[in-house]
């Protein structure tokens, strides 16, 4: 029973302690409904704010420190902040740095951030912004201005993968971004953005009215951006939209990136839904320099292009539309094109479009660079008629000169000589020529245009790439290995050849027959030994040699001797015999027959054993007149006798011992 107490005792202050732990409730689309400025520190990580010793941030909680105090109407106006660490933000939902609402009524809240902050090439991820209930413009600066000059913005700064959600509902205007909601800079004055790096979502809710939404900045006026990117971004639902800046008036723009998608009803553009001048004359112009825009572009209403959805004014520098741009609209002129929508007072120069522009309006043409010209000029701009077969350059209305259709590559090889200052140049090493494969010489492709050149610098064209430097084949320089006669014991080999440059080995002196295992190739078997039928001896064997004059000595053997008489022997007169082989007839030398002193002559002796020729006589019979078998008899009766006397002697001495 203790036991069963104590364990719940246990368990219980477990469950006091993790009710005590903070955990984030999320509401609809994964967005917390808990806030950051709830959890704000009370202090930053040090620093006295100024540009030699700003605040430091280091936590979550001390930039939402940063949040709080600026709503609350701190604006830190010429202050300076610091990121030392990279900060997820994804267990709260954020409160934009500064918060600005223009109602329906006329009626605005307006507190804004207006000092510097320093990225210190940090990370903000997790990023949650949901304005679709309080309203405020959504970013992670909702409002940032720069009213009394200073320094006013942000540089070295990474927000990756945010969600940001808005609703234009009771708003006579909404602004929305990844960076920034809503940035103004009053005349003579500007905001700084440099180095700076978004990705993520940006999604509008209602499209009735006027949105101001971009995947960098929504509205931006009197913006110095720099070296800046907005990637893989995705801006739905919204008009006034563009890939980095949905509004920009009398800002600049230099050497900035889009990419990603933008879909909405009017006024969206790759990289600006709407350009302006901040000046009713016109003079303040946004500039756009060395820009490039790679994002597809979907509208249900008018005014959609490449990089600018509507440029009412605005200067194009070297800028490149790269996206496709499709429009939906067929109840009234689209005003779709290939780089701007529709233009006003422009003035573009070597800036060109390469994607793909359709309209499903059966009664407007689009345009392959501007859907509707109205007003401007252009010089050395161009458009990918090979994608956009049978547009002119302009939609609706004439643009007289300067923009030009070309093919995908010639349009690719503009963007390299004007955006990227050159080709991007790719070198492929020189292949030498081998006996049987041509060769080639080394040759440049553009990695952007995929033109191929004949030298680093571009200068030379090469047109056609197959038959370019193409170095003959060698052919082989041939040695020959004469052919090996097979002998008795050793085969032999066919004759081949080898080139002397591959090392390749060949049946023919042409190399049209590749020996692939020379190892194997043309093997002529050994003869092996035949004998012949004429017997060959010395003094003492005989054999056959073999036939195919190898000089091997075969069935050889030791000869087989039998007496042949020569002459008989009588009585008075001597006869001869001599010894001859039985297989091969080699004779040793006669010998004599004694005469036989009786007038029968005598029988020649049995032929020597070849093993016996030196014991003795020759014979295995006694002859007549041979007295050593008469000796041996003797022997064997005495050896007998002496015997039979040692066996009565010894039965005797034990008789006489018992």
């Not at 307006?110 to 304005?131: A, P, R, W, Y």
């Not at 009398?250 to 790759?270: D, H």
């Not at 290995?481 to 002397?500: L, M, N, Q, S």
């Amino acid at each position: 029973m203790k036991a069963k107490h104590k364990f719940l005792s246990v368990l219980l202050v477990l469950c006091m302690v993790s009710c005590m732990v903070p955990a984030a409730v999320f509401a609809a689309d994964n967005v917390p409904d808990s806030v950051w400025t709830d959890y704000a520190a009370a202090e930053f990580a040090g620093g006295t704010g100024t540009e030699q010793d700003p605040y430091q941030i280091a936590t979550a909680e001390q930039l939402a420190k940063l949040s709080k105090d600026v709503s609350g109407g701190s604006n830190y106006q010429g202050k300076f902040f610091k990121l030392t660490e990279s900060i997820d933000l994804s267990r709260h939902r954020w409160v934009p740095i500064g918060i600005y609402k223009w109602g329906l009524s006329g009626t605005s809240i307006n507190k804004s951030f207006q000092g510097f902050l320093d990225g210190n090439h940090k990370t903000i991820s997790g990023l949650i912004v949901d304005e679709r209930t309080d309203k405020y413009s959504a970013g992670f600066f909702g409002n940032i201005r720069n009213i009394d000059g200073g320094t006013v913005g942000a540089k070295d700064l990474t927000i990756s993968s945010a969600n940001i959600y808005a609703n234009e509902d009771g708003l006579e205007q909404l602004h929305a971004g990844i960076l920034a909601g809503y940035a103004l800079a009053n005349p003579d004055k500007q905001i700084v953005f440099e180095n700076i790096s978004v990705s993520g979502t940006v999604v509008v809710e209602r499209t009735d009215g006027h949105n101001n939404v971009g995947g960098m900045i929504g509205y931006g006026d009197r913006i110095k951006a720099t070296n800046c990117k907005a990637e893989n971004i995705s801006v739905t639902g919204a008009s006034n939209s563009g890939g980095f800046i949905g509004l920009g008036g009398g800002s600049s723009f230099e050497n900035c990136k889009a990419s990603g998608t933008v879909s909405g009803t009017w006024g969206l553009g790759g990289f600006v839904g709407y350009s302006y001048s901040t000046r009713l004359d016109g003079t303040e112009p946004s500039v756009y320099e060395k820009c490039a825009a790679d994002v597809k572009i979907e509208g249900s209403d008018w005014r959609l292009g490449g990089f600018a959805g509507y440029a009412e004014s605005g200067e194009f520098d070297n800028c490149v539309a790269l996206g496709d741009v499709a429009s939906t609209v067929d109840g009234w002129e689209p005003k779709v094109g290939g780089f701007i929508g529709e233009s006003d007072s422009v003035a573009a120069t070597a800036c060109h479009a390469t994607g793909t522009v359709t309209s499903e309006s059966s009664t407007y043409e689009a345009g392959g660079f501007v859907g509707c010209y109205t007003d401007g000029t252009f010089e050395g701009c161009s458009f990918d008629n090979e994608k956009n077969s049978g547009l002119a350059a302009a939609g609706d209305g004439t643009i007289s000169a300067g923009v030009a259709g070309g093919n995908s590559d010639d349009v690719l090889a503009n963007i390299c000589k004007d955006y990227y200052g050159g080709h991007t140049m790719q070198k492929t090493d020189k292949v030498e020529a081998t006996c049987t494969t041509a060769g080639k010489e080394a040759y440049y492709t553009c990695e952007v245009c995929q033109k191929h050149f004949e030298d680093e610098a571009g200068n030379t064209e090469i047109t056609d790439l197959e038959n370019y430097g193409v170095i003959e084949k060698t052919g082989h320089t041939m040695k020959k290995t004469d052919k090996v006669e097979a002998t008795c014991t050793t085969a032999g080999k066919e004759a081949y050849y080898t080139c002397e440059v591959c090392q390749k080995h060949f049946s023919d002196a042409e190399g049209n027959n590749e020996i692939t295992k020379l190892e194997e190739y043309g093997i002529i078997p050994a003869t092996e030994h035949k004998a012949g039928t004429e017997w060959k001896h010395n003094e003492t064997s005989h054999w056959n040699e073999c036939m195919n004059n190898c000089g091997e000595k075969l069935n050889e053997a030791a000869h087989s001797y039998e007496w042949v008489v020569d002459k008989e022997a009588t009585a008075t007169e001597a006869g001869s015999k001599h010894e001859e082989c039985t297989v091969c007839g080699y004779k040793k030398a006669a010998v004599e027959i004694p005469a036989t002193g009786t007038t029968d002559p005598t029988d020649p002796p049995k032929p020597t054993d070849p093993d016996k020729e030196n014991s003795g006589t020759g014979t295995d019979s006694p002859q007549t007149g041979d007295t050593n078998h008469m000796m041996v008899w003797i022997v064997v009766m005495l050896l007998a006798g002496a015997g039979l006397t040692s066996t009565v002697l010894y039965g005797r001495k034990k008789k006489y011992s018992k």
